[in-house]
């Protein structure tokens, strides 16, 4: 049958199998899972009941019930309000981890395997620079030079993940480098920049997908604990880490639902990523495998 005239309902169906059988059961569960939180995420001014900064100190520790369903805080904020607003902070950084760490690893990547010789080992005495510094002492002096931030933990998470993803993108390419069709091309006089783009890139894209998606767990536990030091996010913005850290008072008065709460989205939501990504390549596909 021509492939315009199959449903698109048949097409999902296809899709959907094929996604089953490649992460099985409990992978689809993880994938339902991260869908929910990135929908509640985007639809948390109508999903919260409260405001993220609502709160009133008359209502302070209230336990879980009717108008609140996850209790209140020291501050008297609704628990699952700032759950909800605080996934955006938590998603966002580790996004723009994985985003700019695959950009500039994988820009390295192939501009080692493309050239090699002096570029491949310049470029290689870098990434061996930058596996020296552990990514928390990296973004540990960035906030030290620059200020506590979002924005400053994550780029510079970022580029302490670089030498895992490069190194990993680099043997792939170079493994696609070296086979025929692409000395062919080279014979065609195609430029070494097309080549690489329209068929290197698309080749090893797979590659490259795995790894943003495993290092998403990686990169949301290591700004968790930035937020958690009071190196990340800043109160009183909503943040996953953050609330864990502030709940650490309350949950030493006997009130742990901000605490939990934090911390159970933390590792749910690293988990399900943890997960795929293991399903789809493993650690090795993020380069976490020395």
Wanted: hydrophobic share 50%; aromatic share 8%.
């Amino acid at each position: 049958m021509p492939q315009s005239l199959v449903k698109p309902s048949s097409r999902i169906s296809v899709v959907a199998g094929r996604a089953h059988r490649r992460l099985g059961t409990l992978g689809m569960v993880c994938v339902t899972i991260i869908a929910v939180i990135v929908l509640t995420t985007l639809l948390a001014p109508l999903i919260a009941p409260y405001g993220p900064y609502e709160g009133s100190v008359a209502d302070r520790h209230l336990a879980p019930g009717v108008n609140h369903l996850l209790g209140t805080d020291q501050s008297g904020r609704d628990v699952l309000s700032r759950v909800i607003w605080g996934a955006r902070s938590s998603l966002l950084g580790p996004l723009i981890v994985i985003v700019v760490t695959a950009v500039l690893a994988t820009a390295i990547a192939l501009t080692a395997a493309w050239y090699g010789g002096r570029v491949d080992s310049f470029l290689g005495r870098v990434l061996d620079v930058l596996f020296a510094f552990p990514n928390i002492l990296l973004a540990i002096l960035a906030i030290a030079i620059f200020g506590p931030s979002l924005l400053t933990a994550s780029l510079a998470l970022a580029i302490g993940y670089v030498p895992y993803s490069a190194r990993v993108i680099r043997s792939v390419a170079l493994r696609e480098r070296n086979l025929p069709y692409i000395a062919a091309a080279r014979m065609q006089g195609i430029y070494g920049f097309v080549i690489t783009v329209r068929h290197i890139l698309p080749n090893v894209w797979p590659q490259i997908l795995t790894g943003m998606t495993i290092n998403f767990g990686y990169a949301m536990i290591e700004l968790a604990a930035l937020s958690f030091l009071g190196l990340g996010v800043q109160p009183p913005n909503a943040d996953w880490g953050l609330m864990v850290s502030s709940g650490q008072s309350s949950l030493l008065q006997g009130y742990p639902e901000q605490s939990v709460a934090a911390g159970l989205a933390i590792v749910v939501t690293v988990a399900a990523f943890g997960y795929i990504g293991e399903r789809l390549g493993g650690r090795r596909a993020a380069g976490r495998v020395r």
